[in-house]
C-alpha cells in the first residue's frame, strides 16, 4: 500500500521539519539586517549580513562566555566522569550493603529542584569566595550531574559480560590490573556517552550559572545570551546570532554521536 | 598437575539459596572429573569455587596440598575455558593467549615460544594477529583453551565450554579436551549438563542435584548400577524406561520400581522367557537404530521405549517384548534408592 | 533477581569504599547537605539587606507567611496547572511522532539528529527563539506577552517544542521492545492495525510511558529558565512558577528565610510527587536495577 506509506513518509518529514523550523528561523534572522528582522519572514533571505556575529564578537565579546562555558563544561567533565564510573563500577560488580540505598539516593539527588539547593550553596560559596569563579560552578556541576552519569554507567556495566574480568583474574590479575587492562578499554563507549550528557547539561544550564556568577567575567554562555541589554531593546539580532552561535557545538555534538546518546538515554528509561 | 580436595563446603546465598550441601570430594592430582547436572544442581558453583570467584560459606578448599580458600583467583594458579570463552575482545589471539603469562611477568622470549607451541598445537598460528571477531566459534573455542594450556596451571576448569558450539564441531572439540588430557595428565574439572560429554570424556562423574552429589563414579558403573532414579534417568538417551516391577515379572519388594534401558529390550520372542505384550504406538527412526514406543499390555497404559537395531516393526502391530533380566534395576518407590538384589 | 547473580569479588571488598566515596561525598556535601540547610534556612528569619536583625528561629512563620500570600498561591497554581496541561499534551505528541519515526526506515540517523537538537540546545536558546518568534512575526498585531493568559502560549510551545522530541525518543525505544512477533499473530488472529495498536502497543509501552511521564512532570514542577526569558513572570506575576518567585524572592529581594521556605515547598511538591508516583503506580524508577 504505497498510498498509505507515501502519506506516513509525508507526514513524518512534515513532522520533522516542524521541529526545525524555530532552528531555521533562528539562523536565517540572525543574518538579517536588524531593521528587517520583523517583517514577514522569506524562506531564503534576501539580503544576507553578518553585522550581528561582528558586534557579537567585537563590542560584545562573546567569546568570554564561550570560554567560560567551555571551560567550566570540561572541568565538570573531567571530574564527574571518572567519580561516577568508579561508583557505577562498584554498584554494578560488588555486592555490598546499603547498594540499594546508595542508587535510590543517588537517582533522588536527580529528582531536587534545583532552586531548594540555591540559598544554602549561595551563603556557602561566598563565604569561601568561590562566587564568580570556575570553582564555584564545577562544584555545583559535578554534583548534579553526576547521577545521571552514575545511573548510565551502571546500566552499561551491568550489561558488561563479568567473564572478561574473572578470565582475568584468573589469569593472575589483581583486580586493579583487570579494570585498566580489561574493563577500561571496553567501558570506553559508556564513558564516552556519559562524558558527552555531562558536558551537555553544563553547557545548558542556567540557573546555577545565574546565581552563581556575578559579573559578565565569569557568565556562562546562557546567562550571557539571557543578559543581552540594548540601549532601547532587546537586540535581536545579535541575541539571536548568540543563540545561533550556541547551538553550534550542541549541534555537533548531537550529530556526531546521536546514536551512543539515543542509546544512554534509553537504556534505563524504556526499561522503567 | 595437583589434587584438589573440597572438606565440608557449603556455599549459601544471602537470600537463603542454597547452592551447595556441605560436601567432601577429593579429586586426585590428574584425574578428569565431570560434574553434570540439570540446571541450578550447583555444578558451577562448584567449579567457581575452586577457581575462587566464589567463597564458601563453610568449609576449605585444598588445592596442591595447600588451602587455598581465603586466597583470591589469581593466586591460584589454574586456568577456566568459560562457557563464552571470555576472550578479550580489543586483544589479538597473541595477546590473549599471553595475558595470563605477561600478567604473571613472564619473560618475553619464554612467553613468545610458549604461545607459539601452544598455537602450534591447536592450530592457530595462522591467526596469532586476528582479533576475536575475525574468528568463528570453532576457532575462538580454541583459542580459549589455547589460553588455558599456556598458563601450564595447577589444573584446569571448564564451565560448559561446547554448549555454544554447532552439534558437528562439538565431537571435535571434545577430542581435542580428551587428548589435552592424555597428553598433560592434568586434573581437569569439567562441568557440562549433557549427559553424552559426561560419560565419554570423565574418568569419573559426579551426578548433581539440587546441591548434592547424588552420585560419584566412573561412567560405567553410573549407567549400569545408577544409584537412584534421579541417576537413572539422568544418564542414558532415551532415557531409562520406570515400571512398577511385577509388569517386568520380576521379585521385587511391593510397590518398587523396575528399571531398564531402552537398549535393554528386545522385540520378539528370541527364544527368551516370554516378557510381555504390547502394541508398537510410535517408530522414530534415527538412521543406524530406532526409538520404539510400546504399549505395554499390562493394568494401566504404560509406555515403554525400546531402541531397535534391525528393521523396526511397524506402527500398530502387535509384538512379545523381553528383558534382560540382569540388566534391571530395582528402585525404591517412595524414597528412589536403588535397591540392592 | 537470581541468586546465581556473580557475588563473587568478596575477595576485593575493600575496593568498595574508595570507588563510591567521592561520589557519595559529592552527593552528600553538594546536594543533601545543602537541602538540610535549606530546610533549616526556612525555619529563620533571614533578610540578607537586614543583617543587624540577625538569624533568628521563627519556627514555619515563613511558611505561614508562604500560606496567606496571594502571590504565593498564584505561583503553586500556576506550576500545577502548566504541569497539568503541558505533559500530557508532550506525552500524545511524543506518542504521534515516535509512531511515526517508526515507519522511517531510511534516514535513521538523521531523523535522531533532527528529534534531540531541541532537547540538546540550552532551553533559555529555545525559549528566545520562541520568544522571537511570537514578538512580532506570529500575529504582528496580537501581543502575546503583554496579555496574562495568552503570555503563558509561547511558555508552553517552548517547553512543548523542546521536549516532545525526547519524549518520542524514550517511547520508540519502548516501541522497539515490542516483539514484531506479537503484532504478527494479532493481525493472523485477525485484529487490523487500530485494534492492534490499543490491545496490544498500548499496554506494552505503559512501562515506558509512565517512567517518560514522570521525568516530564518533575521538569515541568522545577519549570524556570523558560519563564525568566519569556515573560520573566509577566506580565506582572501572571506567569510567575513557583521556582521563580523563590528565586526573586532570594536573589533579588534577598530575603533567605523566606525564600528558602518557598524553595523548600518547591522540593516538598517535586519530591512529594515523586513518593507518590512511584508508591501509586508500585514501580520504583530505579526499577529493575538493584
Redesign the interface.
Given at each position: 500500500m504505497s498510498a498509505a506509506?507515501g502519506l506516513?513518509?509525508a507526514?513524518?518529514i512534515g513532522?520533522?521539519g516542524l521541529?526545525?523550523v524555530?532552528?531555521y528561523?533562528?539562523v536565517v534572522?540572525s543574518l538579517t539586517p536588524e531593521a528587517r528582522?520583523?517583517e514577514?519572514?522569506h524562506l531564503v533571505p534576501r539580503t544576507v549580513t553578518f553585522e550581528h556575529y561582528r558586534a557579537l564578537f567585537g563590542e560584545r565579546q562573546f567569546l568570554v562566555p564561550i570560554r567560560n562555558s567551555f571551560v567550566v563544561a570540561a572541568l565538570t567533565t573531567l571530574l564527574a566522569v571518572p567519580?561516577?564510573a568508579?561508583?557505577a563500577?562498584?554498584?554494578a560488580?560488588?555486592?555490598?550493603r546499603g547498594?540499594?540505598l546508595?542508587?535510590?539516593?543517588?537517582?533522588?539527588?536527580s529528582?531536587?529542584?534545583?532552586?531548594?539547593?540555591?540559598?544554602?550553596?549561595?551563603?556557602?560559596l561566598r563565604a569561601l569566595g568561590l562566587l564568580d569563579t570556575y570553582p564555584g560552578l564545577v562544584?555545583?556541576y559535578?554534583?548534579?550531574s553526576?547521577?545521571l552519569a552514575?545511573?548510565l554507567l551502571?546500566?552499561f556495566f551491568?550489561q558488561l559480560?563479568?567473564?572478561?574480568e574473572?578470565?582475568?583474574?584468573?589469569?593472575?590479575?589483581?583486580?586493579l590490573?583487570a579494570l585498566v587492562?580489561?574493563v577500561l578499554?571496553?567501558a570506553a563507549p559508556g564513558v564516552a556517552t556519559a562524558a558527552i550528557l555531562t558536558f551537555?547539561y553544563c553547557?545548558?544550564e542556567?540557573?546555577f550559572a545565574?546565581?552563581f556568577t556575578l559579573g559578565p567575567e565569569r557568565q556562562t554562555?546562557?546567562v550571557a545570551?539571557?543578559l543581552f541589554r540594548g540601549r532601547y531593546q532587546v537586540p535581536?539580532g545579535q541575541?539571536?546570532a548568540a543563540?545561533a552561535v550556541?547551538?553550534i557545538p550542541?549541534?555537533l555534538?548531537?550529530?556526531g554521536f546521536?546514536?551512543r546518546?539515543?542509546a544512554g538515554?534509553?537504556s534505563?528509561?524504556?526499561?522503567? | 598437575m595437583a589434587a584438589i580436595r573440597f572438606e565440608g563446603i557449603e556455599k549459601v546465598y544471602p537470600n537463603g539459596h542454597v547452592a551447595l550441601r556441605p560436601l567432601t570430594l577429593e579429586i586426585a592430582d590428574g584425574e578428569f572429573l565431570v560434574l553434570v547436572g540439570p540446571s541450578g544442581c550447583g555444578k558451577s558453583t562448584l567449579l567457581r569455587l575452586v577457581a575462587g570467584l566464589e567463597t564458601p560459606t563453610a568449609g576449605r578448599i585444598v588445592i596442591g596440598g595447600s588451602d587455598v580458600t581465603e586466597l583470591p583467583p589469581q593466586a591460584r594458579d589454574l586456568a577456566m575455558v568459560f562457557q563464552s570463552y571470555a576472550l578479550y575482545p580489543h586483544m589479538t589471539v597473541r595477546e590473549n593467549l599471553a595475558y595470563g603469562l605477561k600478567v604473571r611477568g613472564t619473560p618475553k622470549d619464554v612467553r613468545a615460544e610458549r604461545v607459539a607451541t601452544v598455537a602450534q598445537a591447536l592450530d592457530l598460528s595462522q591467526l596469532l594477529d586476528r582479533r576475536p571477531a575475525q574468528l568463528s566459534g570453532g576457532q575462538r573455542q580454541r583459542v580459549a583453551l589455547g589460553r588455558a594450556m599456556v598458563r601450564q596451571p595447577k589444573a584446569f576448569l571448564f564451565d560448559e565450554p561446547l554448549s555454544n558450539l554447532d552439534p558437528a564441531l562439538r565431537a571435535q572439540a571434545r577430542a581435542e579436551i580428551a587428548r589435552l588430557h592424555q597428553a598433560l595428565a592434568s586434573t581437569i574439572v569439567y562441568v557440562t549438563h549433557d549427559q553424552e560429554e559426561a560419560m565419554t570424556l570423565g574418568r569419573r562423574v559426579a551426578v548433581m542435584r539440587q546441591g548434592v552429589i547424588e552420585q560419584i563414579a566412573p561412567p560405567l558403573e553410573v549407567y549400569a548400577r545408577p544409584q537412584n532414579i534421579f541417576v537413572a534417568r539422568f544418564i542414558g538417551a532415551p532415557p531409562m524406561n520406570l515400571v512398577p516391577a511385577r509388569v517386568l515379572g520380576i521379585e521385587a519388594p511391593d510397590g518398587a520400581l523396575a528399571g531398564i534401558r531402552p537398549h535393554d529390550i528386545a522385540i520378539g520372542t528370541d527364544g527368551r522367557p516370554t516378557g510381555v505384550q504390547a502394541i508398537v504406538e510410535l517408530v522414530e527412526p534415527r538412521g543406524h537404530d530406532a526409538v520404539v514406543h510400546l504399549r505395554l499390555d499390562a493394568p494401566g497404559t504404560l509406555v515403554v521405549l525400546a531402541v531397535v537395531q534391525n528393521e523396526p516393526p511397524a506402527v500398530g502391530s502387535r509384538l512379545q517384548v523381553s528383558f534382560e533380566a540382569d540388566r534391571i534395576c530395582r528402585f525404591d518407590e517412595r524414597t528412589g534408592a536403588r535397591l540392592r538384589q | 533477581m537470581s541468586p546465581r547473580l556473580r557475588s563473587g569479588q568478596e575477595h576485593e571488598r575493600w575496593l568498595v569504599p574508595l570507588l563510591v566515596g567521592p561520589a557519595l561525598a559529592f552527593i552528600l556535601i553538594g546536594s543533601l547537605v545543602p537541602i538540610a540547610a535549606t530546610v533549616w534556612e526556612a525555619l529563620h528569619g533571614h533578610d540578607l539587606r537586614l543583617p543587624w536583625l540577625g538569624r533568628p528561629f521563627i519556627g514555619l512563620d515563613n511558611f505561614i507567611e508562604a500560606a496567606g500570600d496571594p502571590r504565593f498561591r498564584a505561583a503553586l497554581v500556576h506550576t500545577v496547572v502548566f504541569a497539568t496541561v503541558t505533559v500530557p499534551l508532550e506525552i500524545g505528541l511524543g506518542l504521534a511522532l515516535a509512531l511515526v519515526m517508526q515507519t522511517a526506515t531510511h534516514g535513521r540517523s538523521a531523523v535522531r539528529v533532527v528529534a534531540l537538537l531541541p532537547w540538546a540546545i540550552p532551553t533559555v536558546v529555545a525559549a528566545l527563539v520562541v520568544r522571537f518568534m511570537f514578538e512580532g512575526l506570529i500575529s504582528p498585531s496580537f501581543d502575546w506577552l503583554v496579555r496574562p493568559l495568552a503570555a503563558w502560549v509561547p511558555i508552553g510551545v517552548a517547553d512543548v517544542w523542546k521536549t516532545t522530541p525526547f519524549v518520542a525518543i524514550l517511547l520508540l525505544a519502548g516501541l522497539q521492545t515490542i516483539d514484531p512477533a506479537l503484532h504478527e499473530a494479532a493481525s493472523i488472529d485477525g485484529a487490523g492495525p487500530g485494534r492492534r495498536f490499543l490491545t496490544i502497543t498500548m499496554p506494552l509501552l505503559i512501562p515506558t510511558l509512565v517512567v517518560a511521564a514522570a521525568f516530564r512532570i518533575l521538569d515541568a514542577l522545577r519549570l524556570f529558565d523558560t519563564v525568566y526569558v519569556i515573560t520573566a513572570g509577566g506580565p506582572g506575576t501572571a506567569t510567575e512558577p513557583l521556582s521563580m518567585y523563590a528565586f526573586i524572592a532570594l536573589m533579588q529581594r534577598l530575603r533567605f528565610g523566606y525564600g528558602s521556605a518557598l524553595s523548600v515547598t518547591v522540593f516538598l511538591l517535586t519530591f512529594g510527587f515523586a513518593l507518590v508516583w512511584v508508591r501509586t503506580l508500585g514501580r520504583s524508577l530505579v526499577g529493575d536495577r538493584v
Amino acid at each position: 500500500m504505497s498510498a498509505a506509506r507515501g502519506l506516513r513518509v509525508a507526514a513524518a518529514i512534515g513532522l520533522l521539519g516542524l521541529l526545525l523550523v524555530p532552528i531555521y528561523w533562528m539562523v536565517v534572522s540572525s543574518l538579517t539586517p536588524e531593521a528587517r528582522l520583523f517583517e514577514a519572514p522569506h524562506l531564503v533571505p534576501r539580503t544576507v549580513t553578518f553585522e550581528h556575529y561582528r558586534a557579537l564578537f567585537g563590542e560584545r565579546q562573546f567569546l568570554v562566555p564561550i570560554r567560560n562555558s567551555f571551560v567550566v563544561a570540561a572541568l565538570t567533565t573531567l571530574l564527574a566522569v571518572p567519580v561516577a564510573a568508579s561508583c557505577a563500577y562498584a554498584i554494578a560488580r560488588f555486592r555490598f550493603r546499603g547498594r540499594g540505598l546508595l542508587l535510590a539516593l543517588i537517582l533522588s539527588v536527580s529528582m531536587f529542584p534545583q532552586i531548594s539547593i540555591v540559598p544554602p550553596l549561595f551563603l556557602v560559596l561566598r563565604a569561601l569566595g568561590l562566587l564568580d569563579t570556575y570553582p564555584g560552578l564545577v562544584l555545583p556541576y559535578v554534583t548534579f550531574s553526576t547521577p545521571l552519569a552514575v545511573w548510565l554507567l551502571t546500566g552499561f556495566f551491568r550489561q558488561l559480560p563479568p567473564d572478561l574480568e574473572e578470565a582475568a583474574l584468573l589469569d593472575g590479575a589483581s583486580r586493579l590490573r583487570a579494570l585498566v587492562d580489561v574493563v577500561l578499554p571496553l567501558a570506553a563507549p559508556g564513558v564516552a556517552t556519559a562524558a558527552i550528557l555531562t558536558f551537555l547539561y553544563c553547557w545548558n544550564e542556567f540557573l546555577f550559572a545565574l546565581s552563581f556568577t556575578l559579573g559578565p567575567e565569569r557568565q556562562t554562555v546562557p546567562v550571557a545570551v539571557t543578559l543581552f541589554r540594548g540601549r532601547y531593546q532587546v537586540p535581536w539580532g545579535q541575541v539571536l546570532a548568540a543563540t545561533a552561535v550556541a547551538t553550534i557545538p550542541v549541534a555537533l555534538l548531537v550529530a556526531g554521536f546521536q546514536r551512543r546518546i539515543v542509546a544512554g538515554l534509553t537504556s534505563g528509561a524504556s526499561k522503567g | 598437575m595437583a589434587a584438589i580436595r573440597f572438606e565440608g563446603i557449603e556455599k549459601v546465598y544471602p537470600n537463603g539459596h542454597v547452592a551447595l550441601r556441605p560436601l567432601t570430594l577429593e579429586i586426585a592430582d590428574g584425574e578428569f572429573l565431570v560434574l553434570v547436572g540439570p540446571s541450578g544442581c550447583g555444578k558451577s558453583t562448584l567449579l567457581r569455587l575452586v577457581a575462587g570467584l566464589e567463597t564458601p560459606t563453610a568449609g576449605r578448599i585444598v588445592i596442591g596440598g595447600s588451602d587455598v580458600t581465603e586466597l583470591p583467583p589469581q593466586a591460584r594458579d589454574l586456568a577456566m575455558v568459560f562457557q563464552s570463552y571470555a576472550l578479550y575482545p580489543h586483544m589479538t589471539v597473541r595477546e590473549n593467549l599471553a595475558y595470563g603469562l605477561k600478567v604473571r611477568g613472564t619473560p618475553k622470549d619464554v612467553r613468545a615460544e610458549r604461545v607459539a607451541t601452544v598455537a602450534q598445537a591447536l592450530d592457530l598460528s595462522q591467526l596469532l594477529d586476528r582479533r576475536p571477531a575475525q574468528l568463528s566459534g570453532g576457532q575462538r573455542q580454541r583459542v580459549a583453551l589455547g589460553r588455558a594450556m599456556v598458563r601450564q596451571p595447577k589444573a584446569f576448569l571448564f564451565d560448559e565450554p561446547l554448549s555454544n558450539l554447532d552439534p558437528a564441531l562439538r565431537a571435535q572439540a571434545r577430542a581435542e579436551i580428551a587428548r589435552l588430557h592424555q597428553a598433560l595428565a592434568s586434573t581437569i574439572v569439567y562441568v557440562t549438563h549433557d549427559q553424552e560429554e559426561a560419560m565419554t570424556l570423565g574418568r569419573r562423574v559426579a551426578v548433581m542435584r539440587q546441591g548434592v552429589i547424588e552420585q560419584i563414579a566412573p561412567p560405567l558403573e553410573v549407567y549400569a548400577r545408577p544409584q537412584n532414579i534421579f541417576v537413572a534417568r539422568f544418564i542414558g538417551a532415551p532415557p531409562m524406561n520406570l515400571v512398577p516391577a511385577r509388569v517386568l515379572g520380576i521379585e521385587a519388594p511391593d510397590g518398587a520400581l523396575a528399571g531398564i534401558r531402552p537398549h535393554d529390550i528386545a522385540i520378539g520372542t528370541d527364544g527368551r522367557p516370554t516378557g510381555v505384550q504390547a502394541i508398537v504406538e510410535l517408530v522414530e527412526p534415527r538412521g543406524h537404530d530406532a526409538v520404539v514406543h510400546l504399549r505395554l499390555d499390562a493394568p494401566g497404559t504404560l509406555v515403554v521405549l525400546a531402541v531397535v537395531q534391525n528393521e523396526p516393526p511397524a506402527v500398530g502391530s502387535r509384538l512379545q517384548v523381553s528383558f534382560e533380566a540382569d540388566r534391571i534395576c530395582r528402585f525404591d518407590e517412595r524414597t528412589g534408592a536403588r535397591l540392592r538384589q | 533477581m537470581s541468586p546465581r547473580l556473580r557475588s563473587g569479588q568478596e575477595h576485593e571488598r575493600w575496593l568498595v569504599p574508595l570507588l563510591v566515596g567521592p561520589a557519595l561525598a559529592f552527593i552528600l556535601i553538594g546536594s543533601l547537605v545543602p537541602i538540610a540547610a535549606t530546610v533549616w534556612e526556612a525555619l529563620h528569619g533571614h533578610d540578607l539587606r537586614l543583617p543587624w536583625l540577625g538569624r533568628p528561629f521563627i519556627g514555619l512563620d515563613n511558611f505561614i507567611e508562604a500560606a496567606g500570600d496571594p502571590r504565593f498561591r498564584a505561583a503553586l497554581v500556576h506550576t500545577v496547572v502548566f504541569a497539568t496541561v503541558t505533559v500530557p499534551l508532550e506525552i500524545g505528541l511524543g506518542l504521534a511522532l515516535a509512531l511515526v519515526m517508526q515507519t522511517a526506515t531510511h534516514g535513521r540517523s538523521a531523523v535522531r539528529v533532527v528529534a534531540l537538537l531541541p532537547w540538546a540546545i540550552p532551553t533559555v536558546v529555545a525559549a528566545l527563539v520562541v520568544r522571537f518568534m511570537f514578538e512580532g512575526l506570529i500575529s504582528p498585531s496580537f501581543d502575546w506577552l503583554v496579555r496574562p493568559l495568552a503570555a503563558w502560549v509561547p511558555i508552553g510551545v517552548a517547553d512543548v517544542w523542546k521536549t516532545t522530541p525526547f519524549v518520542a525518543i524514550l517511547l520508540l525505544a519502548g516501541l522497539q521492545t515490542i516483539d514484531p512477533a506479537l503484532h504478527e499473530a494479532a493481525s493472523i488472529d485477525g485484529a487490523g492495525p487500530g485494534r492492534r495498536f490499543l490491545t496490544i502497543t498500548m499496554p506494552l509501552l505503559i512501562p515506558t510511558l509512565v517512567v517518560a511521564a514522570a521525568f516530564r512532570i518533575l521538569d515541568a514542577l522545577r519549570l524556570f529558565d523558560t519563564v525568566y526569558v519569556i515573560t520573566a513572570g509577566g506580565p506582572g506575576t501572571a506567569t510567575e512558577p513557583l521556582s521563580m518567585y523563590a528565586f526573586i524572592a532570594l536573589m533579588q529581594r534577598l530575603r533567605f528565610g523566606y525564600g528558602s521556605a518557598l524553595s523548600v515547598t518547591v522540593f516538598l511538591l517535586t519530591f512529594g510527587f515523586a513518593l507518590v508516583w512511584v508508591r501509586t503506580l508500585g514501580r520504583s524508577l530505579v526499577g529493575d536495577r538493584v
